[in-house]
Every structure is written in C-alpha cells, then in structure tokens.
C-alpha cells in the first residue's frame, strides 16, 4: 500500500512537472504569435511592383465615380453642380501621414468648400490587408476625427489606380472646365502633398495644395503642379 | 488515489487552458512572466542608439560612397505593413551574401519622437542585424527627388548601388526579387 501511495505521488509529481511545464511553452509561443502578429501584414500575395498604376498626370481629365461615403450615400462628383473644382484626397483611417493631417483636410474644407472647392476624401486601402481600413473604422473615423467632407470607400480599388494614387495621403486637385458648365470635365491641375511638412502642421512653410486653389481662384496659373510626400503605400 | 491523480491531472491541463486568465491566479505561472520580463528589462538596457540625420547627411554618409562594396538602402517605417513584410528579405541577404562586400541600410521614416518607444523595440524584438538609421528631414518634398525622381513618396522604397551605377525601385521586395536585382551589380 505504501508503495502504491509513493508511486502516486510520484507519477502525479511527474504529471504535475509535465503539464507546468507544457503551460510555460504554451505561453512562450503565445507571446511569440502576438509579436508576430503585431509586425507582420496577413498574407497578400500582390506586391506593390505587380501594378504598374501610370495614372494622371497635370492636364489629364480625371474620372467621376460613384462611391459609398460613410453616411451610405453613394457620392459622385457630378452631384456637386455649383462645384468650381474638387479636393480630391487619398487618405485612410491607419497610415501616420494621413492622421497627422486630418485636421488640416478639416481645415482646408471649411476653407475652400465655400470658394467652391470641396474637399472629396477617398479611402484607397483593402481592408482585407490593413483591417483598420473597414469601412466600419472609416464611419468611425469620420465622426471622431470631425470629417465635414465625404469620406468615400473606393471598394473595387478601381478609382485610386486610375488616378494613379500610389500613397495616403495623396491629393489630386480638380477644376471643373468652366466653358462646359456644370457638366464640365473635371481637369488635374495639382498632384501631391498638402505641404511640405506632414509632421508637423505648425512648422509647415509652403502650404502648396492652399496656395494652388488660391491660385485657381484668383485665375492664374498654379506655380507648383506637382510635390512629393512620403505616405503609406495603397494596401491593395 | 489514481482518481485523485487523473482530477488533479485534468485540472492542471484545464489551467493550461486558458493560460491569460489563469497567469493572475496561478502562482507559479505569474513567476514564469516575471522572469520573461525581467529578461525583456535586461534586453532593452543593452539598447543601441539609432542615429538621427537630415537628408544631406544621409546622402554625404551613404549615397555618394565610391568603394567596391554594393550598398542597399531601403526605406520603411515600424507601421508600414508592407515594409516590416520584407525586412526579412534584406536582412537574409545580407547575411546569405556576408562574404561580398554588400551593405545593408534601413531608413527608418518613423516619426522622430518614436525612436525609443516604437523603432528601438522593434529592432529588439526582431533582432533586425542591418544598421537602421532615422531619416529626420520634413520636407520630404525637397529630398524625395534626390533619391529619386521616379518616387512617387510612397514606402516601402529601395535604392541599390554600387560606385556610379545606381537603380530605385518603389515596390516590396521577396527575397528572391531581391537577389535578382541584386546579382545585377555582383
């Protein structure tokens, strides 16, 4: 009997040690996953190089859409009839870039929406590889962040590769051909950054995208055409 | 005694379980996390710094070089998916291709203020080998084109060069792709 009782206590000694121990890796390898979880992207197997996106260039006439905003209304460019022109923006609710400069989209809508010049946001991303990019997030990032300004899901990521937006933020700024009337051809007449420092808005020195509408407003040629920004790539 | 056994046995798997709520209650368990973050302690008081440049500097220490080596430099930020993606990929070829004279950069473009918080950390957890390097220049208008004028600013980006042969690529990279365009300059 007491070799029974020693043999048990032996045995559930070596159970005890076995299963503590198994928690410990158990738990390694959770600490583990979540590292990676945190760093790497799921699994998308387009690389940026499979799309060669040639988009438009200064000139070009850019595309109308029709575009779910985050109210659920579909949003096309031809709703807008007294519109002199549009702020198109490529931005999302996950890159730094595009967060550092919400409040000066905000700020440039309030500005320029009522010189005829609204501000159309446009989420490029698949929510499928940047998850945060859900259209879900995008109303909740709407409301949070004060958008006063449509904020569209380019679902079908048709609309950001024929513009030729390869980042968030990336602004295409339009102006509607005058002669044509409200049924005017929309015209890129700027491509680029907001201005020359995303990082911070009070250390900014060329506000380039303000400077182009004045400059269309006023009737004169666009100084600056084109600038370049660094920003998160289109998560396609 | 052997039913003793099996329900202590069944209890013990069933902790295993759910090891998150259990890590509180079970004593030996919360030991087991202590020493791992006292370990993590260790790790970040060995931390290296990362260095800060401009764009000018970057360029007079890293893009101008005229020895025989081939340098990769490529840019990436901590919270750019695609980025840390292919990290491994220039970390494997530089350590594939050590006995070439090959040199690997990371630019980091995380904001500056996250250098302790975010790069650093990173660094550590993945035990990134290539030397990081934080590019603190805003006006990012103004150097973009320096790199290259076909960067549209997006990131991931890479530069490879070897004395005045010099190519950019705005794309993510596999290892593979890598070590293809990499042999262009062997």
């Known amino acids: 009997m007491k070799t029974t009782k020693i043999l048990s206590s032996l045995a559930f000694a070596v159970i005890a040690i076995t299963a503590f121990s198994s928690c410990k890796n158990e738990q390694k390898q959770g600490i ?3 590292a990676i979880n945190e760093n790497v992207e799921t699994n998308d197997s387009k690389t940026n190089s499979e799309t060669v996106a040639v988009g438009y260039k200064i000139g070009d006439e850019a595309t109308d859409f029709k575009l779910k905003d985050v109210s659920g209304k579909m949003v096309s460019l031809s709703d807008y009839k007294d519109a002199k022109g549009f702020i198109v923006i490529f931005t999302c609710n996950t890159c730094p870039f595009a967060i550092a ?9 309030n500005e320029f929406k009522p010189k005829g010049y609204p501000v159309i946001a446009i989420n490029p991303n698949n929510p499928e590889v940047q998850e945060d990019d859900s259209y879900e997030l995008m109303q909740a990032k709407a409301k949070e962040a004060g958008f006063t300004f449509p904020y569209l899901f380019d679902e079908s990521q048709t609309i950001y590769a024929k513009y030729g937006a390869t980042k968030t933020p990336h602004v295409y700024l339009l102006q ?4 044509a009337g409200s049924a005017g051809k929309n015209i890129v007449k ?4 907001i201005d020359d420092n995303v990082r911070n808005a009070s250390a900014v020195k060329e506000q380039f995208l303000a400077n182009a509408v004045n400059e269309l407003l006023e009737g004169k040629e666009i100084s600056v055409k084109e600038t370049k920004a660094i920003g998160c790539s289109v998560k396609q | 005694m052997k039913i003793l056994v099996i329900i202590l046995f069944a209890l013990l798997l069933h902790s295993c379980a759910d090891m998150e709520k259990e890590a509180k209650k079970d004593g030996v368990v919360s030991e087991v996390v202590q020493k791992e973050n006292l370990q993590n302690i260790e790790e970040d008081l060995n931390t290296e710094k990362v260095v800060s440049l401009n764009f000018e500097e970057l360029e007079r220490k890293y893009f101008q070089k005229k020895t025989d080596s081939i340098y990769i430099i ?4 901590t919270w750019c998916k695609p980025c840390i993606k292919e990290l491994p990929a220039f970390e494997k070829i530089a350590s594939d291709y050590s006995d070439k004279k090959i040199k690997v950069l990371l630019v980091s473009l995380d904001f500056p203020d996250k250098i302790e918080g975010q790069v650093i950390p990173f660094i550590k957890k993945n035990k990134i080998q290539s030397e990081v390097v934080l590019l603190d220049d805003a006006d990012a208008n103004s150097w973009i084109p320096k790199v290259s004028p076909e960067w549209s600013g997006a990131i991931p980006a890479t530069v490879i060069y070897k004395k005045d042969n010099r190519k950019f690529y705005e794309q993510s990279f596999t290892f593979e792709e890598l070590e293809t365009e990499l042999k262009t300059f062997l």
């Open chain 1, 32 to 34: 583990e996953e979540v």
């Open chain 1, 190 to 193: 700027y491509i680029g950054a």
């Open chain 2, 74 to 77: 490529n840019f990436w930020a």
């Open chain 1, 101 to 109: 400069s919400e409040e000066r989209i905000v700020a440039l809508d």
């Open chain 1, 176 to 179: 509607k051909d005058a002669a």
